[in-house]
């Protein structure tokens, strides 16, 4: 399945912050959203042969990496108390809405 | 900003019945999918209905789509405590960009043994 590493981690204002996730075997896509308490999840971008291909309402500080295995990186910059959230990675076998398969998702808390 | 509206945010039912959820969207959709999320844990997929769909079923779920309407529901049958979640449904848009899926803020199931 869909691995995410780190599932829990604190920072502080202003730092910087690097989520991992480890598609599914087979799929050559992957999704990030980020889910606040209570809310349903947020498109932030997704990734398709090493490029973005979709981005949602984030601004720039939100970025990221798909690697040559597929596996990908969410990296947020100048971290605000706002961006404290589940972050969910979801890899799929094609880059349309087709079915998505969620990793459990790494829990970011900004102080 | 979210695209649905899941009615109602919160239901309460006993081991046994069946628990309906609604969805309304606002653009027009090329699929409507479910989602479901334990506390706090990743979401996992329960199933997709075309716009070319009117209902679908999958084991002891139910899934209506009317386009006119620009609404869904997701039935449950014979409710289980272990159906205690949160239920998403999710729109993928059939205009712009089709690679997101939009999330509604969800309704949380809670199924009394």
């Known amino acids: 399945g869909v691995t995410q590493s780190p599932t829990h981690l604190i920072k502080t204002r202003g730092q910087q912050v690097t989520l991992r996730c480890s598609s599914q075997s087979g799929h050559n896509t992957v999704s990030w959203y980020q889910q606040a308490l209570g809310q349903g999840p947020q498109f932030i971008f997704q990734y398709y042969r090493k490029e973005e291909n979709g981005r949602g309402n984030f601004p720039p500080r939100f970025s990221g990496l798909q690697f040559p295995n597929d596996s990908s990186e969410l990296n947020v910059n100048a971290l605000e108390l706002d961006d404290s959230a589940l972050y969910l990675c979801?890899?799929?076998?094609?880059?349309?809405?087709?079915?998505?398969?969620f990793g459990e998702g790494s829990r970011l808390t900004v102080l | 900003s979210q695209q649905g509206e899941e009615d109602p945010q919160a239901l309460s039912i006993q081991e046994g019945e069946n628990a309906t959820m609604n969805c309304s969207y606002k653009t027009s959709i090329n699929n409507l999918q479910w989602y479901r999320q334990n506390s706090g844990r990743g979401l996992v997929h329960l199933i997709l209905?075309?716009?070319?769909?009117r209902e679908k079923h999958s084991g002891r779920l139910r899934v209506t789509l009317d386009t006119s309407k620009k609404s869904s529901s997701l039935l449950i049958t014979a409710s289980r405590a272990a159906d205690t979640a949160s239920y998403f449904c999710a729109t993928g848009s059939a205009s712009g960009s089709a690679r997101q899926l939009t999330f509604g803020s969800g309704t949380q199931l809670t199924v009394l043994p």
């Open positions: 979801a890899s799929s076998l094609d880059p349309n809405t087709g079915e998505l398969f």
């Open positions: 209905i075309r716009s070319n769909e």
